[in-house]
């Protein structure tokens, strides 16, 4: 296998991005995969090129850092470097206090750099492997996939369809831990017939590095092999979860499952987009309902201002039996956006199982609910298998994200 380091070229910045493109190809001891934007997709590209060594060169270093922070708690794999014009003593400082490997300053001389950026890479992997045996067999065989379950309105059914996709998946025997991240009215353990007897708040106390012993002690597990962290049962416990815990936590998690569902409280806010930040998959659900509609259009422009691609939301309208007198062009027209997937309505089936304290899809399999959620299931799974192949890419500047075309419900 070739030892030449695999590397990428995120970047906005025209005339950075020239100085590399012509000397990244001309160096024998890398491989120049060539070059990305930084967008939402970027981590889709990493993820389908495997670089070991990003350069990050946006218009100014502090956007640069932005981006990694961003990139890395999804793809920690990396080794992650600044591209930037002469750097001054207290933007190198605070570069390396972001835990980057190195800066690359285009204005010194390139070759000289690129010698030193490489001893680093070698030296710095080095160390990474000796020290973390016991880390990466604790990682999953592929890079996990987070998914988040959104909506901004109470009752719509995230819950129910985040419990019911993470049971289905760990059912299927994927690695699979369920996150409920509605911190103040959490009720994923009841759905799932579990007794929410550790929680977050108790992990918040936590002092040491969250590896899997430790996280194993606040871990539920059901039946199917689903593993769970509850949501905390009391307001101060719910005070004691802030955004850098959560941040920490996704990364432990990303290390050790294959996927991780994430269940939300009805808005965006810090610690949900926390957890949008380290997702990869933002299902939004609603109803057959006006003010649901509404609400979700309100989420979408909240979305596309935070800088989010609202084509990146996948719609999720669940109960969508309900006579509410809508039909399906009209909530295309509320929404703008079309239905990614449609679940229907049987609340006195559910309402049964929940009071069983066993979750529909795994009671009743041939419910025609449940087939909907297994073939929604279907489609994630599939969607977020992690396909080994690399593809090389295409020649010209730009750079095509070969990705297939959203799979349609039926
Ligand atoms: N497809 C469905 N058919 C019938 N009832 C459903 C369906 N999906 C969910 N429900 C019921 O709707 C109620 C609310 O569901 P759920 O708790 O999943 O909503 P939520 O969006 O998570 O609410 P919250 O915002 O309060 O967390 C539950 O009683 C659940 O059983
Ligand atoms: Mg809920």
Known sequence: MSDRVRTLLIADNE?????????CPTLDNLEYLGFVPATPKTLQALQLYLPDLLLVGMTNWQESLQVISRLSLAYPHGAYVVVT???????????????????????ADMNQAAVSLLQTYRASRKRYERLSVQVLSERS???????????????VGKSTLATSIAAVFAQRGAKTVLLDLNLRSGVDPIYLGLSPDRTLAD???????????VLNRYLLHHSTGLDVLCAPRTAAGAASITPALVKILLQALLRQYEYVVIDTPPLLDD???????????FLLVSTMNV?????????????????????????????????SGL???????????????????????????????????????????????NRLADSLFERYRYRPTRRSRSKGSGFNLPFGKKSAQG
């Open 327 to 373: 039909r399906i062009s009209d909530v295309h027209r509320i929404l703008k956006s079309s239905v990614f997937w449609q679940v229907g309505n049987d609340e006195k089936a559910m309402n049964r199982a929940i009071n069983d304290g066993e979750l529909l899809v795994l009671k009743h399999p041939n419910h025609r609910i449940s087939r909907e959620l």
């Open 271 to 281: 610690i949900v987009l926390t957890a949008v930040d380290a997702s990869q998959d």
């Open 141 to 155: 065989v592929r890079p996990a996939k987070s998914i988040v379950f959104l909506g901004n309105t109470g009752g």
């Open 85 to 107: 014009p002469n750097p001054n003593a207290s933007a190198i400082r605070e570069m390396m206090r972001a835990g980057v490997l190195d800066y690359l300053d285009v204005n």
């Open 15 to 23: 005339p950075l991005k020239e100085k590399v493109e012509n000397w």
């Open 203 to 213: 992990l918040a106390a936590e002092v040491t590095d969250l590896d899997a012993t």
């Open 291 to 323: 003010s649901a509609l509404h609400n979700a259009r309100r989420l979408m422009d909240l979305w596309n201002k935070l800088g989010y691609s609202e084509t990146d939301l996948k719609h999720i309208i669940n109960r969508s039996g309900t006579k």
